[in-house]
């Protein structure tokens, strides 16, 4: 059985107080084995990205646990937090959040810098390994929208964390340049133990996950397996 | 109100502490110029109407031969014309000799020209020729109360008014003495029939001239000194000329100045935090204006809402500042009316100036939110719906252009260095607003260095005398020896003194010429005193128009002789503008222009007096005791009182400067402040997509403080130059004749003034920090996600 990469007991996550109170997530409880390629899926309020928040360490919960990695989230301070990110964690976003005054190379050579070692030849690397060799000294605003998500895809896995937390990857994506992102991260999960967790309120992009959670309500509704993932390249929406 | 209305109301209550900024700033700004504009106007109001009611003279001739009064009288565009004496003679009161001034007056009524406001007491009697009204300084100087006696050139006189005069409001002996003493000159008012017992050359006839209302001034004024030249007059002075007068005007024209150029730095700065704070908010509303366009809003409706929030701001701004502009106003026409004697208080609020500041404030704000409010008009729906502004070229920043081996640096340090440019509006707002505050705290702190280095140069090496003696005996060797041996003195010179008028062709300049012993002691000449010719102050350079190596004449009415000297050079002294000549050649050419003019003339006590230093240590209060004692000294003049009158003038320059610096110092703050919240609310996504990548909020807010201290510095480098430029042109705006400074910034200032705006950066990061600190990372990717 493969080792368990997340692993969430009764999370609970409210907003607000009295009147206004939302319960976000309502005792949720799962598992990710390490390598996995994770959909989150569910309709917009469904708590998928308050989940992934939680696996992120973005924001405490209101109650339940969370042990990521070898992490255990519920006793770490901001400091604590923000090392299991820079170690564990690499985020993609839907609108990329590239910084708009560093070229590609430095946008990823950033987060590099943050985990020392050379910086250098690990940022054009992995530049490279999303294509990006020959635009890395493009800054964000000369780039097309695809090519900004792989530097975001690359900024994330420059520190090689053992988890990918992607939000909406391709929400802002058309369906060429969405499914070429996919084919990517889909990619990363294959050629390593890597464990990639994806957002999304689209049901096709599920079809390329091994195991797909939906959401609804802030709780957990289903989970299943595909024992034989869909190639990104036949996904479409 | 409308929807839109309440929007920007809302709008406005959620970036409160932001608009609280701008307000303060555009309340700042309104309110200097409304209360300095309206103090400047009153203060002229009250001058005027001080003068109209005393009937200040507008002419004042001294010496003029017999028949000059009706000369004038037909003189067209002269209402009248009085004669009346007065003689500068030796007095004593309440313990301490002095020269004063004794003015003649009618016993029976106040004269038609330069009447005098009874405080206390009564006006003079025709019957008692001992009683006498007491200028009101000298009395206070001398604590000089109805009833009390003194002496004037030996004869006991009893106060039976105090008066305030005209002349005599700022009490300036003349036009090369406007800082006297308290205690070392005194106006005194006595019949006229007392002044027939003065004898001497210190008494002198003059004629008083009062023009008629709605003439044009410099006109009459050329024809009457036409005639009093033609009358041989020892001097002629005009209203704008006259001592008190020209010295309250000075500091009048120097309040003016202020009150236009104050409050321009404020309001431009304010204009600035407007513009980027309402940058900001339509940056932050760009997906509610696309819906808005989208929904059917006119750009034209929508652009004149977000200009509605800089003109808002100004007019709020501008009505809390008028208010308080129209108090402070009061106020300050109250201290200065008060400071300069000034016997009116005219404290009327000018509509046309708060209607001004009201509009000063209103278009600051709307000029400010133009290039916004176009951005809205000019914003494509479809994509301003999208919310986020598509990602913008960037670029390397000028920095690692010019020094390569910076591209090599670490991200961050480049991604500071590009924050500089990432958006040049706001940058460019935050370095003016850098110079600006620049401008002001230099213009102030290098006043007060001008001021501190003005009077240390003029007490250490310009009059290095400790105390001046006055006798009422002639002056020769051995009443100098005299001093000179006084426990607790060093040395001691006779110092030669004469009223004169220097004139280069038809250009004249009245002042004194001083003659001092070669290898004088007691005045510092840094290229000496030549032994023939004469030292012009600087000033007369260009009063006379007249260079080193010219010949100028020289009359010397007192002694009705008139020589002509070689210019020998130029001084540059920051009190007075004299003339010094070595008293040899002084005493040599009179006497061969006139003969009757000796050496023995010239030792006369009008002509002479003695200048001491102390011994190292030495009491100086002691000293000048001991000189009173001396038979025949008159009066003692401490040079350290003047050092002390002066400390006090000063302590009122010092309230403008401490204003300037905190004012600087808070429209600094109030600027960066803004720009930096708005930077951190533009970039919370990235922040927070930093944070989520690993980044610890003290590198996030590394990042903050590294731009804002680099853009500050940026800032300070040019504005130390326009603050010199300022502080140069505000000193100048000072400067006259009479007070011919010349600004002097220290290094030292320019050091403190820079690490003084890089503390208010600082201190303006603080909130900014706070707010990187606080940001959400949760609620930052939840907010965004679909």
Redesign the interface.
Do not use: C, W, Y
């Given at each position: 059985m493969n080792e368990i990469a997340v692993k969430a007991s009764n999370l609970t996550k409210t907003y607000g107080d009295g009147d206004t109170e939302v319960h976000a997530l309502k005792e949720v409880s799962f598992e990710i084995p390490r390598g996995d390629f994770v959909v989150l899926q569910g309709a917009?309020g469904s708590g998928k990205?308050?989940l992934?928040?939680q696996i992120?360490a973005?924001?405490p919960p209101t109650s339940g646990e969370v042990e990521s990695n070898g992490f255990h989230l519920n006793g770490l301070d901001?400091?604590g937090r923000?090392?299991y990110?820079?170690?564990s964690?690499?985020?993609i976003?839907?609108?990329y959040?590239?910084?708009?005054?560093?070229?590609a190379y430095?946008n990823v050579?950033?987060?590099a810098?943050?985990t020392g070692g050379n910086v250098r030849d690990r940022t054009d690397q992995v530049l490279e390994s999303v294509g990006l060799g020959d635009r890395k000294d493009h800054?964000?605003?000369?780039?097309s929208g695809g090519e900004?998500q792989r530097v975001s895809i690359a900024?994330?896995l420059v520190?090689n964390p053992p988890l990918m937390l992607c939000?909406?990857p391709t929400?802002a994506l058309d369906t060429d340049t969405g499914t070429q992102v996919l084919s990517l991260l889909r990619e990363i999960t294959d050629s390593g133990d890597r464990t990639i967790v994806v957002?999304t309120?689209n049901s096709e992009i599920s079809r390329i996950a091994n195991r797909v959670i939906d959401l609804r309500d802030g709780m957990i509704v289903g989970t299943h397996l595909n024992d034989d993932p869909t190639s990104p390249e036949n996904v479409a929406w | 109100m409308s929807i839109l209305g309440l929007k920007r109301n809302r709008d406005i209550r959620r970036q409160k502490w932001q608009f609280v900024a701008v307000l303060v700033t555009v309340v700042l700004g309104v309110a200097l110029f409304a209360g300095m504009f309206n103090a400047y106007l009153n203060l002229g109001s009250s001058l005027e109407s001080s003068y109209n009611r005393l009937v200040m003279a507008d002419m004042t001739v001294t010496g003029a031969e017999d028949g000059f009064l009706d000369t004038v009288m037909g003189i067209n565009g002269v209402a009248t014309a009085i004669g009346r004496r007065q003689a500068d003679v030796p007095m004593e009161a309440a313990g301490d000799s002095l020269v004063g001034r004794v003015i003649g007056m009618p016993g029976d009524d106040q004269p038609d020209i330069n009447k005098v406001d009874i405080v206390d007491g009564n006006y003079l009697n025709p019957e008692d020729n001992t009683g006498v009204m007491v200028e009101e300084h000298m009395a206070s100087d001398f604590a000089l109360e109805l009833g009390d006696t003194f002496e004037i050139a030996g004869q006991t006189v009893t106060v039976t008014g105090i008066a305030v005069s005209p002349e005599y409001l700022w009490p300036a002996k003349d036009r090369q003495t406007i800082f006297t003493p308290p205690g070392t000159f005194g106006v005194v008012f006595a019949n006229e029939s007392m002044l027939e017992s003065l004898e001497g050359p210190a008494v002198q006839n003059q004629i008083l001239v009062e023009y008629q209302h709605g003439v044009v001034v410099e006109d009459v004024d050329a024809k009457v000194e036409s005639a009093a030249e033609s009358a041989n007059a020892a001097d002629i002075q005009t209203l704008a000329d006259q001592p008190s007068n020209s010295t309250i005007n000075e500091e009048i024209g120097g309040l003016q100045t202020m009150a236009v150029a104050l409050p321009l730095l404020f309001l431009a700065a304010a204009g600035m935090a407007i513009y980027v704070v309402i940058t900001r908010l339509v940056y932050s509303q760009r997906g509610v204006i696309g819906t808005l366009r989208a929904s059917g809003f006119r750009a034209k409706t929508l652009s004149r809402h977000y200009r509605s929030y800089g003109v808002g701001v100004g007019l709020v701004g501008a009505a809390i500042g008028a208010v308080l502009g129209g108090l402070m106003g009061w106020g300050m026409t109250a201290i200065y009316t008060r400071v300069f004697g000034i016997p009116d208080l005219v404290a009327d609020i000018h509509v046309p100036t708060i209607l001004l500041a009201l509009t000063f404030g209103a278009v600051a704000g709307a000029i400010a939110s133009v290039p916004p409010a176009r951005t809205v008009a000019a914003m494509p729906p479809a994509e301003a719906m999208r919310g986020?502004l598509?990602?913008?070229?960037?670029?390397r920043s000028v920095f690692e252009t010019l020094i390569p081996p910076l591209r090599r640096a670490?991200?961050?340090w480049?991604?500071t260095l590009?924050?500089v440019?990432?958006n040049k509006r706001r940058s460019v707002a935050m370095v003016v607003g850098v110079i600006l505050s620049a401008v002001m705290i230099l213009a102030a702190a290098g006043s007060m260095d001008t001021m501190l280095t003005a009077f240390d140069r003029q007490f250490n090496e310009v009059s290095i005398e400790d105390a001046q003696s006055f006798f009422e005996i002639p002056v020769g060797d051995p009443e100098v020896k005299e001093v000179a041996a006084t426990p607790g003195v060093m040395l001691a010179e006779p110092v030669i003194g004469l009223g004169a008028t220097i004139r280069n062709g038809s250009k004249s300049y009245t002042t004194l010429v001083e003659g001092y012993q070669q290898n004088t002691n007691v005045h510092g000449f840094p290229s000496g005193l030549p032994t023939s010719g004469v030292l012009l102050g600087q000033a007369m350079k260009d009063l006379l128009d007249v260079e080193v190596g010219q010949r100028v004449t020289i009359e010397l009415s007192d002694l009705d002789t008139e020589i002509s000297v070689l210019v020998q050079g130029l001084v540059d002294e920051p009190l007075a503008t004299l003339s010094y000549m070595d008293s040899s050649a002084l005493t040599d050419a009179i006497n061969k222009a006139n003969d009757a003019v000796t050496a023995e003339v010239l030792a006369l006590p009008s002509f002479t007096s003695v200048k001491a230093i102390y011994d190292p240590g030495a009491s100086g209060q002691l000293a000048v005791d001991q000189i009173r004692d001396i038979d025949g000294v008159a009066a003692v003049v401490d040079a350290t009182e003047l050092r002390n009158l002066l400390q006090q003038f000063q302590l009122f320059f010092y309230v403008f400067i401490g204003m300037g610096l905190v004012f600087g110092s808070a429209m600094a703050f109030a600027l960066i402040f803004n720009i930096i919240s708005v930077n951190v609310a533009e970039r919370v996504?990235?922040f927070?997509?930093?944070?989520?990548?690993?980044?610890?909020?003290r590198k996030v807010a590394s990042m903050i403080t590294g731009e804002t201290f680099l853009l500050t510095t940026i800032g300070i480098v040019p504005g130390l130059v326009f603050g010199y430029w300022a502080a140069v042109a505000f000193m100048n705006s000072f400067s006259s004749d009479q007070f011919p400074i010349v600004a002097e910034v220290r290094p030292w200032t320019f050091v403190l003034t820079a690490v003084g705006l890089l503390v208010v950066a600082g201190l303006s990061l603080i909130p900014a920090v706070g707010a990187v600190k606080r940001i959400?990372?949760?609620?930052v990717?939840?907010e965004?996600?679909?």
């Open positions: 917009s990205t308050t992934l928040n992120g973005l924001e901001d400091d923000t090392e990110r820079l170690k964690v690499g985020f976003f839907q609108f959040n590239l910084v708009p005054s560093l070229t430095e050579a950033l987060i810098e943050l800054f964000p605003g000369q780039l900004q900024r994330g520190k939000d909406e929400g957002v309120h | 986020d598509p990602a913008q070229g960037g670029k670490p991200v961050r480049r991604m590009r924050g440019g990432r996504s990235e927070a997509t930093m944070r989520a990548s690993g980044l610890t909020h959400n990372v949760g609620e990717v939840r965004r996600a679909v």
